[in-house]
């Protein structure tokens, strides 16, 4: 109810595409997992243009509401999450996917699931494979964890439930600066900001391994992520990297500490396209295992999905972010250009 599982429900994953690599065993890059790399911009110093917010800032709300303009990505520091918590999630997601293969196939995510192990969910969109494996968490993630650590699940589960608790109000405290800054009234502020009580919020793990020729290799195909904000770690290796038309694809630099924050497809219709969502990639390394770790803050699936101000022209059509969430699920990256008016 009200919650995204409904829409994988619907739309299942085939679960012959489901399962990662046993990247355990391999040598060098099967054919199945080469593509043709847009090439990146190491022209321009990255470091230099993306923009990274101290939260504690007095003019953080602007700050904020102004790289999400320009951007549709940017980094935070100062943002309140302890550093012990976020090393904790990283070694407990570094623990998760150091098991054996067969563990963690354990776990898989079922077809119509969103919580478990598993390849991204845009796989099935690409001919190719990526050098990628996830852990998705939705809801409690003891059932997951008993059966990898049946006398030592705990600490995973208490990490991650920290985590997301932490996340959320830090989440929601970027959604108002960014909704404040839009010609809307006060009230539906606060009507979006509390549409994101209903829902835990999604914690997704992503594992990179080492790969023997990562030139040919993609760790996730570009996307943009669907929900309004997205919120993650890179955990101090590079991978991340973003485009726009005008500079073509430049690395996320790590800064120690820092999540960077995505703008996704939901929050770009309310913004009547403000606020665009980040077109990124991850690329991968020949002798770092990379983790990154992400929480995806989401409004209500019954909550509208629509431009807020009306005294604008709409950019996109008016749905609910279930109809949308359905839309992007069958579409992929067709599916903004589908609701676009
Ligand atoms: C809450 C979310 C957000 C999801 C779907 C669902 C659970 C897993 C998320 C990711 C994580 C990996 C990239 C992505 C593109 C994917 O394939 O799965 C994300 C996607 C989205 O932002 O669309
Ligand atoms: O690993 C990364 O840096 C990015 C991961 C990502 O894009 C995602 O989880 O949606
Ligand atoms: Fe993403």
């Not at 391999?26 to 939260?55: C, F, G, Q, T, Y």
């Not at 504690?56 to 509401?65: F, G, I």
């Not at 999540?259 to 396209?273: A, H, K, Q, Y």
């Not at 604008?312 to 109809?323: A, D, G, I």
Request: charged residues 20%; negative net charge.
């Amino acid at each position: 109810m009200g919650s995204i599982t409904e829409v994988f429900k619907n739309d299942p994953l085939h679960l012959d595409s489901a399962i990662p690599l046993d990247f355990d065993t391999l040598k060098s890059v099967p054919e199945s997992h080469e593509w043709a790399l847009e090439p990146s911009n190491h022209s321009l110093d990255s470091s230099k243009m993306l923009p990274v917010i101290d939260l504690t800032h007095p003019d953080a709300p602007h700050l904020v509401a102004h790289a999400a303009r320009t951007w549709g990505i940017f980094q935070i520091v100062n943002h309140g999450v302890p550093l012990g918590l976020m090393q904790s999630v990283e070694s407990e997601a570094r623990r998760l996917f150091n098991l054996p293969t067969q563990d963690k196939m354990k776990v898989l995510r079922s077809p119509e699931n969103l919580a478990g192990y598993g390849v991204a969910r845009i796989a099935p969109f690409y001919d190719k494979c990526m050098w990628h494996e996830g852990f998705t968490i939705h809801d409690s993630c003891v059932g997951h964890a008993k059966i990898l650590w049946p006398h030592d699940y705990e600490s995973f589960c208490n990490t991650m439930m920290e985590f997301r608790h932490k996340m959320k109000p830090l989440a929601d405290q970027l959604l108002h600066y960014l909704l404040k800054s839009l010609n809307i009234p006060g009230e539906l502020v606060q009507i979006w900001a509390e549409s994101t009580d209903k829902v835990s919020g999604t914690i997704q793990l992503n594992s990179y391994p080492p790969c023997p020729d990562p030139r040919h290799v993609l760790g996730l195909a570009p996307h943009t992520d669907t929900l309004l904000l997205t919120l993650l770690n890179q955990c101090q290796i590079s991978g991340l990297q973003y485009f726009r038309d005008d500079i073509g694809w430049i690395s996320v630099p790590p800064v120690p500490g820092a999540f960077v924050v995505n703008v996704g497809d939901t929050l770009e219709i309310l913004s009547n396209g403000k606020f665009p969502s980040a077109y990124h990639r991850v690329t991968v390394n020949e002798n770092k295992h990379r983790i990154s770790y992400a929480y995806f803050h989401g409004p209500s699936m019954d909550s509208p999905a629509e431009p807020l101000d009306k005294a604008e022209k709409p950019l996109y059509r008016s749905m609910t972010v279930r109809e949308y969430c359905a839309i992007k699920a069958k579409h992929n990256e067709e599916a903004l250009g589908l609701v676009k008016l």
